[in-house]
């Protein structure tokens, strides 16, 4: 009877509802907001567990609109800062059945406007920096306990310790070239762990470059804090160089904890275990007869088949992305925005995170990467005008792909000049084609030294076109000196001279050889040109001739002259379309001043040589 009665109580007990646990929280995004701010209120994503019932209790701020997911995992509120509300921590209190649970959370006073949130121009020169391949500032962030065990600067997919100190180290180095604007690649919190899932040649990698996120509201330990973020943007601020950080909001890394316990059921396009591939068919979402099955690879796919594909048509998906947008730019004050794989996001998404930008911070300015040679899909992608879908991006700049690879032919390869002029004639398909970013190289392609029968002598002629030009141009570290580099990761080698122990030191001329010195002098005095002379940046481009391979253009009134051939060339401009007011000397040096003949202006060019006139 006793082992009955026990037996009893103990089905009795197991019957009994479980004691609801008390909710635990691990994390809020964002950690804080400002007052005055446009978003108002801000909705918050907290993650934890046992967050299911969830309801909170604000204090001062007010608190509504709540929603948790099925797992308990993820709680959504709005929270509402009042007018007048004083800069301070303003903890939430999230509370279930099961108990309470401390939510830390402050409002800030906003950042001063001046000399910040600046934007650019084709005033300016940017220059490409990926951090940890540009300077190790900081040697104790190299290892961290964090995720220790993947700095090896031997493996070219492993860190080498490059930091967000180093690059502050540097501004000195930059303003002496004369660059006014530097973009880093991705600063977020990335993958901390040898990656298995994408390999190279059955090599794990890691996520050194920046674009696999696992924590949108981190900074990478590796590369530092976010107070040395902010740090580094004031400093180059300082000196008057603008800075520009790089997004993505297409996809997050294959190891960020919402793959497998995602804040919504449609947070991604597909799972782990089922999801599209992307196709990189970008004609596809410009193509007006295109039917949706056929961009649905392109937009929904997940990136190289393992970097899941956000779904920008959940709308707190969509809301979280752009709040992020904002809290980098307000925790920082940097200038503008480089966004990566744009076209491969819904142009429906880019209209209001654009307005967004534009009622916070209207000078901020922000260019896409459509990586395509075709200039009828580059300017279907930059904003000023609706598309056939009915939709302006409103996105400000694209960079000049189709250009690009017309020069990387031309000055690296040797071949015709006439492809950068005719490519350039299609100018007319963009809404503002002064609003491009134009680029030699950059972390996504080869290096231009990395070309076939490069030469410095090419690279020098083509920096006299990019720096000449219209738009705004684009240098990638390394690239002032001719560094060379194949194919990803070759193509971001380590800056030589900013890492201990480095043989040379290619940041002061004594450590650069004589061909590097000659380009980079050459690259700094084409910069001092296009800052001392308006016409050069912002100047009416007349054609003046082309050729194979000679091309003469006006630049207001300024002409310039290239010679892509291995022999001297002599140019024949009618007297009448020549600008200029006087014929005069050559600016870098390299040209006999024009000659009058007839109704003729006769320029002589040397071999492989480009002049300012």
Not at 344 to 354: G, H, I, K, S
Request: charged content about 20%; glycine content about 10%; overall charge neutral.
């Amino acid at each position: 009877m006793l082992r009955r009665a026990a037996l009893g109580a103990a089905l009795a007990l197991s019957a009994a509802p479980l004691a609801a646990q008390a909710p635990v929280v691990t994390k809020v995004d964002p950690p804080n907001w400002w007052t005055g701010h446009s978003i108002n209120p801000v909705r918050i994503l907290v993650r934890g567990r046992h967050l299911a019932g969830a309801r909170f209790a604000c204090g001062r701020l007010a608190c509504g609109n709540v929603r948790v997911n099925a797992a308990g995992t993820s709680a959504f509120a709005d929270v509402r800062v009042p007018a007048g509300t004083r800069p301070g921590r303003y903890p939430l209190t999230l509370a279930t059945a099961g108990g309470s649970a401390r939510v830390d959370f402050s409002v800030d006073a906003p950042l001063a406007r001046a000399g910040r949130f600046q934007g650019w121009s084709q005033d300016d020169v940017i220059y490409l920096i990926m951090p940890d391949r540009f300077a190790d500032g900081d040697a104790a962030n190299n290892d961290p306990a964090a995720s220790p065990g993947l700095l090896d600067r031997a493996n070219p997919r492993r860190y080498h310790g490059g930091d967000l100190a180093g690059v502050r180290a540097k501004l000195p180095y930059l303003k002496a070239l004369g660059v006014t604007a530097i973009w880093m690649n991705p600063v977020y919190d990335n993958t901390n762990v040898l990656d298995t899932i994408e390999t190279a040649n059955g090599q794990p990698t890691t996520a050194y470059h920046g674009y696999h996120a696992i924590d949108y509201y981190g900074v990478e330990e590796r590369f530092g804090t976010l107070a040395e973020l902010k740090g580094l943007t004031d400093a180059a601020h300082a000196v008057g160089i603008k800075v520009i950080l790089d997004m993505v909001a297409n996809h997050t890394s294959a190891f960020h904890p919402w793959v497998d316990d995602s804040p919504t059921p449609t947070w991604y396009n597909g799972t782990r275990p089922r999801h599209l591939a992307n196709t990189f068919q970008g004609w596809t979402i410009a193509d007006p007869y295109a039917p949706p099955h056929l961009r649905r690879e392109t937009l929904d796919g997940w990136f190289v088949n393992f970097l899941p594909d956000l779904n920008q048509g959940d709308p707190e998906a969509a809301r979280y992305l752009t709040q992020n947008t904002l809290w980098w730019l307000g925790a920082t004050g940097v200038d503008g925005i480089r966004q990566d794989t744009w076209q491969y996001v819904p142009r429906t998404f880019w209209n209001p995170w654009m307005t967004a930008i534009n009622r916070e911070y209207p000078r901020v300015k922000v260019v896409g990467e459509v990586l395509e040679g075709d200039p009828s899909l580059v300017s279907f992608h930059q904003g000023g005008r609706r598309g056939w879908d009915g939709v302006d991006p409103k996105v400000q700049y694209q960079f000049d792909f189709p250009v690009y690879f017309a020069l990387r032919d031309a000055f690296a390869r040797g071949r015709s000049l006439k492809p950068v002029a005719v490519m350039l004639s299609r100018d007319h398909l963009y809404p503002d084609p002064t609003s491009l970013v134009t680029l030699l190289g950059s972390h996504d392609e080869r290096r231009f030294m990395g070309e076939p029968g490069a030469t410095h002598e090419g690279l020098r002629l083509a920096y006299t076109f990019l720096l000449t030009y219209r738009g705004t141009p684009l240098i990638y570290y390394g690239d002032e000196i001719g560094m060379p580099g194949a194919g990803d990761p070759d193509n971001r080698r380590d800056f030589p001279g900013g890492f201990p122990g480095d043989a040379r030191n290619a940041f002061e001329p004594g450590g650069r050889t004589a061909e590097e010195q000659t380009t980079w002098a050459h690259v700094q005095r084409l910069l001092a040109l296009r800052a001392a002379r308006p016409d050069l940046r912002r100047g009416r481009t007349v054609h003046l001739q082309v050729g194979e391979q000679t091309y003469v253009y006006a630049r207001g009134t300024s002409v310039v002259a290239l010679n892509n051939d291995a022999r001297p060339a002599e140019v024949r401009v009618p007297a009448a379309a020549f600008p200029a007011p006087a014929l005069r000397a050559d600016a870098l040096g390299r040209c006999a001043p024009p000659r009058r003949d007839g109704a003729d202006v006769v320029l002589a060019i040397p071999a492989r040589a480009g002049c300012v006139f």
